[in-house]
């Protein structure tokens, strides 16, 4: 019981100081974009986004329709922070080698989770656990196919915005070209394989042994009102 208090408590700090991190950078950005720095515009939107990525998923959860273990939510908030602080804020894509090769490798590895939570809910945990194997497959479809949704919105912020998301400038503005060109982004679809690939095995052979050994990492949506049927859903 303490150390599940403990733990619900250090929770919170961690939550409180990942949106502290988001809230200042995005107050002091957004002065210095009101002040003329046009150039800098992105950071604050992307420091909001941040916020918003902690808040509504926080929303859902306390509202009691989306129920995620405790490790999938500190998981989930470290990415985070990883992506839109560290990465964008201090600057690590470009002074940490293969920062964003990781962060693909820990997206895809989380989308993996949500796509085998959407199996179990709809198929229901039993039966996604008699399929397994076929559930890691659909798991690994959903988390590949937002991988490249991402890749989307990299190319559409590149052409619209004028940005080198996908890494086709030089540092000193000189285009790549041929395979060259192609390097960055064929590196993150590879590396969103690769992630969701060793999540849906692992998942795969813990949901194989039975729904209750997926409890560490199995999402359930939709509030409860009564006892908890095979799909992880409550009826009265």
């Known amino acids: 019981m303490v150390r599940e208090k403990m733990m619900r408590i ?21 002065v210095r974009v009101v002040r003329g720095e046009k150039d800098i515009l992105m950071l604050p939107l992307q420091c909001a986004c941040g916020i918003l990525g902690v808040l509504i998923p926080g929303l859902a ?37 293969h920062w964003d090769t990781a962060l693909h490798l820990v997206s895809a590895g989380m989308f993996a989770v949500v796509g085998f939570s959407v199996a179990a809910h ?3 945990e039993e039966n996604a656990a008699r399929a397994a194997g076929l559930t890691a ?14 890749e989307f919105y990299e190319f559409a912020g590149d052409t619209v915005l004028g940005m080198n998301m996908q890494r086709f400038l030089r540092p000193d503005g ?4 041929g395979r060259d060109a192609l390097w960055d982004t064929m590196k993150d679809l590879f590396a969103d394989a690769f992630g ?41």
């Open 61 to 97: 959860v306390r509202s009691g329709w989306l129920r995620p273990p405790r490790a999938v939510r500190v998981v989930y908030l470290a990415f985070l922070f990883c992506a839109v602080f560290l990465a964008e804020v201090c600057g690590f894509y470009e002074t940490v080698p």
């Open 137 to 150: 497959v659909f798991a690994f479809c959903f988390a590949f196919a937002l991988g490249g949704l991402w």
């Open 196 to 236: 969701a690939a060793v999540t849906c095995a692992g998942c795969g052979m813990a949901l194989r042994h039975g729904a209750a050994r997926a409890e560490g990492f199995l999402i359930r949506f939709g509030r409860t009102n009564g006892r908890e049927t095979p799909a992880g859903r409550e009826k009265k």
């Open 10 to 30: 250090a929770e919170r700090v961690f939550l409180a100081a990942v949106l502290l991190c988001f809230a200042v950078p995005t107050v002091v950005y957004t």
């Open 174 to 177: 000189t285009p790549l070209s």
């Open 122 to 124: 709809f198929a229901g």
